[in-house]
C-alpha cells in the first residue's frame, strides 16, 4: 500500500499506453509539479461522479492506473502539457480530498492475474492475429504508411494492448480494466474486435478516408 496523488479524468488509463495532458487548473498545476519535482508517480482514474475541471472534486472509480511522466512542456502562466505512461493497474483503498488541493487516494496493487499460458493459447493467439489484422486495417484507410510495429508476446501486454487501442466509451474501457484474469479479458476482447473488424471491412469496401463508425483508432 501506498499514497499517490491522483487525477480524475473522463478516460481511462491502461498499462503501457500513453496519455497526453494539457494542465491549466491551479490544483493540478500544484499536483504535476511535485510530481516532476519529486519524480513520482500520479494515478488516473475515470471519473464516477462529478466532472474533470472546475468545482468540487470528482467521485472516482476505485480501479485506475498509476503513470510516470516521462515529458513536460511548460507553457505560460503555470500552465503544461505533459506526456505520461501508464505503469501499474491499482486499486483504491482509501481517499483523502482535504490534505491537499487535489485528491491523494492509498492504493494497493492490483496486477491482472497471468492465468497458465497452456489455459487459453487458441484465444490468445485469435486475439493477435485480429490485433494485427485491425492495425493494419487503420494504416490502410488512412494512407499511411505500413512502419513497422510489434504485437507483444506477453498476454498481458497485449490484452492492455488491444483495450487501449480500443475507441468505445470510457465506461467501456472500464470494464476492461477492471477484469482480473487475463484469460477473461482476452476472451472479452475477442468479442470486441470481431465487430471492430467487421466495420473496418465495411470501411475498407467503401474506400472512405475517415471512420463512418466508432471503431478504434486512438
Known amino acids: 500500500m501506498h499514497e ?63 503513470a510516470r511522466i516521462i515529458h513536460v512542456q511548460q507553457l505560460d502562466q503555470g500552465r503544461m502539457n505533459i506526456v505520461a505512461l501508464g505503469e501499474e493497474r491499482f486499486r483504491i483503498l482509501t481517499l483523502d480530498k482535504h490534505t491537499h488541493s487535489y485528491m491523494v487516494g492509498e492504493v494497493d496493487s492490483f496486477p491482472l492475474v497471468n492465468d497458465p499460458i497452456d489455459d487459453f493459447i487458441q484465444p490468445l493467439e485469435s486475439l493477435r492475429s485480429m490485433l494485427d489484422r485491425f492495425i493494419q486495417g487503420l494504416l490502410k484507410a488512412g494512407g499511411e504508411k505500413m512502419d513497422l510495429y510489434q504485437i507483444p508476446d506477453d498476454p ?25 484474469h487475463v484469460t477473461d479479458l482476452i476472451v472479452q476482447l475477442q468479442g470486441i474486435y470481431r465487430r471492430e473488424l467487421a466495420f473496418l471491412r465495411v470501411m475498407l469496401s467503401r474506400q472512405v478516408s475517415e471512420p463512418e463508425f466508432p471503431f478504434s483508432r486512438n
Not at 40 to 66: M, R, T, W, Y
Not at 158 to 178: D, E, F, G, N, V
Open 156 to 180: 498481458v501486454t497485449l490484452a492492455y494492448m488491444a483495450a487501449a487501442l480500443l475507441q468505445i466509451s470510457p465506461s467501456q474501457k472500464q470494464t476492461l480494466l477492471s477484469f482480473e
Open 4 to 66: 499517490i496523488p491522483l487525477f480524475p479524468l473522463n478516460a481511462v488509463l491502461f498499462p503501457g499506453a500513453p496519455l497526453q495532458l494539457h494542465i491549466f487548473e491551479d490544483r493540478y498545476k500544484e499536483m504535476i509539479n511535485r510530481c516532476v519535482e519529486s519524480e513520482q508517480e500520479f494515478g488516473v482514474v475515470l471519473i464516477k461522479e462529478g466532472f474533470e475541471a472546475l468545482g468540487p472534486l470528482a467521485v472516482p472509480h476505485s480501479i485506475g492506473c498509476s
